[in-house]
């Protein structure tokens, strides 16, 4: 068995993409007993490799689903004829693309200026060649894909639907780490504290917070992770964790589903946007994500059961913390 961490750092590939193919049901973890661990046997690890190996042949995910689902040989054959007559029609046209660019070659010259290269344009019998061409599939993928981003741009912010929380003042435990795999190593703390403290037993609306503790940067090695886990002000936190006391404020607030972080940015552009709102972001920048938070919904009532196989898919409340305009 390895840990998450192991088989990102041997595969080369991320955490969080180790999540979103869980995500999409293509590979499967488990947990070690009592901790936040997510842990793959060997089955799983050699599912992740093919599923590497495809991804570079650039085999799309709902196919690679297919080829490694419980199917019969020939649906399994079927994905990779599909691929292939695909780079088949991609070779032709690439080859119609080199002969083309090779009749261009030959016409200018070396010594040719911007006139007589304009005036390749009035060879119909060329333009009617690259015409004929139309879009390789690449190109209609992104064209496609630009229209709609240029649609979710448009309108992706003004669809949110946006709750307002007052964030009291609390105490909170905090758990701090930097390095490789953050999230994962603070998970695990912040997991074993609430399960020693019996926290759900003492406070059933416990609630955890995180935000990264720096922010990702190109000229840092590792960034870093905190949780903040709020508790009943006499209840003592050992080391390593630190007892605070946090001041809350006014917060807009935005659930996504794990893991479409990517939805932070659509809630700064609501808040860029909004006519009696605006960010109130906090004077430490990146230091502590600008002062927002990630609120883990169901995150105590799961780790004090030992993080159940059964238990509900992962729910995060998005915090930008705001003021009136």
Not at 12 to 20: E, H
Not at 51 to 73: E, G, M, Q, T
Not at 215 to 230: C, F, I, L, M, S
Request: hydrophobic share 40%.
């Amino acid at each position: 068995m390895l840990t998450v961490t192991e088989v990102s750092r041997s595969l080369d590939v991320s955490t969080r993409m180790l999540r979103y193919y869980e995500q999409q049901e293509l590979i499967v973890s488990q947990r070690r007993e009592g901790y936040a661990y997510r842990l793959y046997d060997e089955e799983n690890v050699n599912r992740l490799r093919l599923i590497l190996v495809l991804r570079r042949l650039r085999v799309p995910l709902k196919d690679i689903a297919r080829f490694l689902s419980d199917c019969d040989a020939s649906q399994a054959l079927a994905v990779l004829r599909e691929r292939i007559a695909e780079v088949d029609e991609e070779l032709h046209t690439l080859e119609t693309i080199r002969r083309v660019l090779s009749m261009f070659a030959e016409r200018i010259g070396a010594q040719s200026g911007i006139q007589e290269r304009l005036a390749l344009l009035g060879d119909e019998a060329l333009l009617s060649t690259v015409r004929a061409l139309g879009l390789s599939n690449e190109m209609l993928k992104e064209k496609i894909i630009m229209s709609e981003l240029n649609q979710a741009d448009q309108a992706r912010w003004k669809t949110l639907n946006i709750r307002y929380v007052m964030l009291p003042p609390c105490t909170v435990a905090a758990f701090h780490y930097v390095g490789a795999d953050p999230e994962e190593h603070v998970g695990d703390m912040t997991s074993r504290f609430v399960q020693e403290s019996r926290l759900y037993e003492h406070k059933p609306d416990a609630r955890m917070f995180g935000f990264n503790h720096p922010d990702p940067a190109p000229e840092r090695k590792h960034y870093g992770y905190e949780n903040w886990v709020t508790i009943p002000d006499d209840m003592d936190v050992p080391s390593p964790g630190m007892k605070l006391r946090i001041p809350g404020g006014l917060y807009a607030a935005h659930t996504i589903d794990f893991p479409n972080f990517h939805e932070w940015e659509w809630l700064v552009e609501w808040a860029e946007h909004n006519e009696k709102y605006a960010p109130n972001w906090s004077p430490e920048g990146p230091e502590n994500m600008h002062g927002m938070l990630e609120e883990h919904l169901n995150w105590i009532y799961a780790a004090h059961n030992g993080w159940p196989e059964d238990g509900l898919p992962g729910r995060i409340d998005l915090l930008l913390p705001i003021k009136k305009r």
